[in-house]
């Protein structure tokens, strides 16, 4: 009843913009890496077993050459422009090799901040920075609202990302 995740701070440039965030996930094979490490590729942000997994892959497509158009689109032509991003980690396992990916296919810099747990909670809840984190969700029950509903919905305390959307929180509401 696991998911490990990448997340970005959605209140703060350049990851207030949907395009920035959809070309930094096309621009990572995450079927290449976790199959190597022999993980199991979260497909979904509900876990297999847990009631409303549906069994679709909802993964963006790897496709380094769109997420190259998107980050264009956004304003970053060759990443040109793009500030530094720190992707902080308490060591989920697959930073330098996100970090690599991103830096080839979309020329932009990444530094890796590995931090011990305490002291990575207390930044990622202070939301100012880091910009991208990783982190790893338990349910506390097995329901899809402690993935969609807990980790996403505008407010929830572990929201991290503040991420909000109000038509994506009417349907929570719905549920």
């Known amino acids: 009843f696991t998911v490990s995740y990448y997340g970005f701070n959605t209140t ?13 996930a096309k621009a990572v094979d995450w ?7 022999e993980d199991v590729p979260a497909t979904s942000m509900i876990p297999p077993g847990i009631p409303g997994h549906d069994g679709l892959d909802h993964r963006p497509e790897y496709d380094p050459e769109e997420a190259r158009a998107l980050l264009e689109q956004a304003g970053f032509p060759g990443g040109e422009g793009f500030p530094v991003i720190t992707l902080a980690t308490y060591g989920v396992g697959y ?15 990444v ?7 305490e002291p990575y909670l207390e930044i990622v809840a202070d939301n100012t920075t880091p910009t991208m984190w990783t982190l790893s969700w338990v349910a506390d029950y ?11 919905e505008t407010g929830s305390a572990s929201n991290t990302g503040q991420w909000s959307n109000a038509d994506y929180d009417s349907l929570i509401e719905q549920a």
């Open 142 to 152: 097995p329901h899809a609202h402690d993935f969609l509903g807990l980790l996403l």
């Open 31 to 37: 079927q290449r890496m976790t199959t190597l490490a």
């Open 95 to 109: 930073e330098d090799t996100v970090r690599q990916e991103l830096e080839q296919n979309l020329g932009i810099d």
């Open 111 to 117: 530094n890796v901040e590995a931090l011990d747990f």
């Open 12 to 24: 703060v440039a350049p990851f207030d913009d949907a395009t920035v965030r959809l070309a930094f």
